[in-house]
């Protein structure tokens, strides 16, 4: 079965600076991976996906993030935080019927 | 299009209770899948429907929770009896074929709290 960490249950950034959410996955094939993010009282909603045509992913809301085979990472970034960015933000990989993912980040942005 | 409908969003029962919760997916979508969360951990599968048969039930926790896919459209998920252990937060999502591929589209869960 696959695994899926995400380095750090919280994050906190400011307003306009970098967001740099982490993930690692266990696969030993090339996966498909994603991103989904949960606005308060919202559901999943997708950010973005890798399906190995580019490994530099561009996703809604400016967030993009780069598949590195090498260290199994897919982290997402965005350059310049959003009020509108706070949520909670969930990595996954899918792996025959089955998504698994992260525990979740929680990314807080300060005014 | 409409997306991914569950309801309740929330319910509070007793340990030893019944709850039912409903999803109801794309139309059109064959898969179903159901998901849930406990305390801040990850988001784990539970089950996998592919129009009104179970593909994959092997996330299911124990004889207690039950799972249906009426005529192939909407699901329910019945717990009973519930137990603490039970609460969380339960997600449906759907997809067509290239689900795992392309990505599912969840509805906005159901919270469960067993008092």
């Known amino acids: 079965a696959q695994s899926v960490t995400q380095l750090g249950s919280h994050v906190s950034v400011s307003e306009g600076a970098l967001v740099l959410l982490r993930c690692n996955y266990s696969?030993?094939?090339?996966?498909?991976l994603f991103w989904y993010v949960q606005y308060p009282n919202q559901g999943l909603q997708l950010l973005l996906k890798y399906t190995s045509a580019a490994t530099l992913v561009k996703g809604i809301n400016g967030f993009e993030a780069e598949f590195k085979k090498s260290e199994t990472s897919f982290h997402l970034t965005k350059p310049s935080a959003h009020m509108s960015d706070a949520a909670e933000y969930f990595c996954a990989v899918s792996e025959g019927n089955q998504f698994y993912f992260g525990t979740g980040t929680s990314l807080t942005v300060i005014p | 299009e409409a997306g991914v409908t569950q309801f309740p969003s929330h319910s509070v029962i007793e340990k030893g209770q019944t709850v039912t919760l409903r999803c109801d997916p794309i139309s059109g979508h064959d898969n179903l899948y159901w998901y849930r969360r406990v305390m801040g951990k990850e988001i784990k599968f539970l089950l996998h429907f592919v129009k009104e048969s179970k593909q994959d039930e092997s996330g299911m926790p124990n004889n207690r929770f039950l799972a249906e896919r009426t005529g192939g459209t909407y699901s329910t998920l019945k717990v009973q009896p519930a137990e603490l252990e039970d609460s969380g937060v339960y997600f449906c999502?759907?997809?067509?074929?290239?689900?795992?591929?392309?990505?599912?589209?969840f509805g906005s869960g159901t919270r469960l709290t067993v008092v």
């Open positions: 696969s030993s094939v090339p996966p498909y």
């Open positions: 999502a759907s997809s067509q074929e290239w689900g795992y591929r392309d990505g599912y589209t």
